[in-house]
């Protein structure tokens, strides 16, 4: 169920618009470690009818997965702050330049143009 509830987050919060494409690629990651708590990590728990046993060597190896997919998830995060800046810094110049200077014309090159 758990699986089913975070792709439809990811569905609706796409189709309304709060997530593009960097918060897509990381709430995809994010809903790998969802799958891997799903199959893996409710045996963990120990308790209840879910606990079915033959856990042993598999929790470390799961902590390691959690582990890389949330460095992978931040890593995403970092890019897509990175991008997010240079595109700032792109749409502010304006110039053709693209370092904000505008270029200068003048006699017949404003005529041209």
């Known amino acids: 169920m758990l699986i089913v509830l975070w792709c439809l987050i990811i569905l609706h919060a796409r189709l309304g618009g709060y997530l593009r494409e960097w918060g897509l690629h990381i709430a995809s ?10 199959w893996w990590g409710v045996n963990l ?9 033959f856990t042993e060597g598999i929790g470390g190896a799961v902590t390691m997965f959690y582990s890389f997919e949330a460095l992978v998830a931040l890593g995403g ?3 897509a702050v990175l991008d997010k800046k ?8 304006g110039g053709a330049d693209g370092e904000g200077n505008s270029p200068s014309y003048t006699g017949t090159e404003a005529l041209e143009q």
């Open 29 to 38: 990651v994010l809903g790998a470690i969802v799958v891997a708590f799903s």
């Open 45 to 53: 728990l120990g308790t209840g009818l879910h606990s079915y046993g």
């Open 77 to 79: 995060i970092v890019l």
């Open 86 to 93: 240079s595109c700032r810094r792109k749409s502010r110049g």
